[in-house]
Nanobody
Framework: QVQLVESGGGLVQAGGSLTLSCTIS????????AGWGRQAPGKQRELVAL???????NYLDSVKGRATISRDSSKNTVTLEMINLKPEDTGVYYC?????????WGRGSQVTVSS
């Protein structure tokens, strides 16, 4: 069974930065896509950044230039670094992994950006 555990997040001032980390465990297919989604209050969950096991990346338009996703295959971690945070970045950030067996999500980590 695949498990995703997030760490990081918290309260950040606008213009600040944060790092979210996710540790992935379980039986994972060689080809997979790891990433982060977020959900703001009253809004649908959206994908923020993805990175394939082959190294390809994709970012939500509103975070391009401010977010960097990275993976460490030796540690089975995926990290999201964000700079120049804005109040609209506030939400619960979820680690996500998809492979041939399905889609998996972590429990989420709250990020609050104060103006």
């Amino acid at each position: 069974q695949v498990q995703l555990v997030e760490s990081g997040g918290g309260l950040v001032q606008a213009g600040g930065s944060l790092t979210l980390s996710c540790t992935i465990s379980g039986n994972i297919a060689a080809y997979n896509i790891a990433g982060w989604g977020r959900q703001a209050p009253g809004k649908q969950r959206e994908l923020v950044a993805l990175k394939t096991s082959g190294g390809g990346t994709n970012y939500l338009d509103s975070v391009k230039g401010r977010a960097t996703i990275s993976r460490d295959s030796s540690k089975n971690t995926v990290t999201l670094e964000m700079i120049n945070l804005k109040p609209e970045d506030t939400g619960v950030y979820y680690c996500r992994l998809t492979d041939k067996t399905g889609e998996y999500w972590g429990r989420g980590s709250q990020v609050t950006v104060s103006s």
